[in-house]
């Protein structure tokens, strides 16, 4: 008898160094070298299903962003290439709140 073995895929996203190298997967944002969905996942089969964005994602309106946070232009841009154009609006937290690890707002 053949016993069956299961290999753990590891699920890699698009590699990006800038915001146009995600523009045609829908719903992601060029962060930490990766297209990322507003909710720091990878795509799954090029789709997004998170419902909000967390702070750091290129959004349009406050109603794009996580609890806390709202759509806003920011000086406080990633350095280099790797991230939203400075024109780019991307959701920030409220208040001066800081951000928690997970790109909620505290």
Do not use: W
Not at 12 to 34: E, P, V
Request: hydrophobic share 20%.
């Amino acid at each position: 008898m053949m016993k069956s073995t299961r290999y753990a895929e590891s699920i890699q996203g698009k590699h990006c160094t800038s915001q146009a190298n995600c523009t045609y997967i829908k719903g992601t944002t060029c962060l930490r070298s990766f297209c990322l969905c507003g909710d720091n996942t990878h795509p799954s089969n090029g789709i997004c299903s998170a419902t909000h964005k967390r702070v750091g994602h290129i959004c349009q309106k406050d109603d794009d962003c996580v609890e806390g946070a709202e759509c806003q232009a920011s000086d406080d841009k990633p350095k280099g290439n790797n991230g939203p154009a400075p024109t780019d609006k991307t959701c920030q937290c409220l208040d001066n709140l800081p951000p928690t690890t997970r790109g909620t707002c505290s």
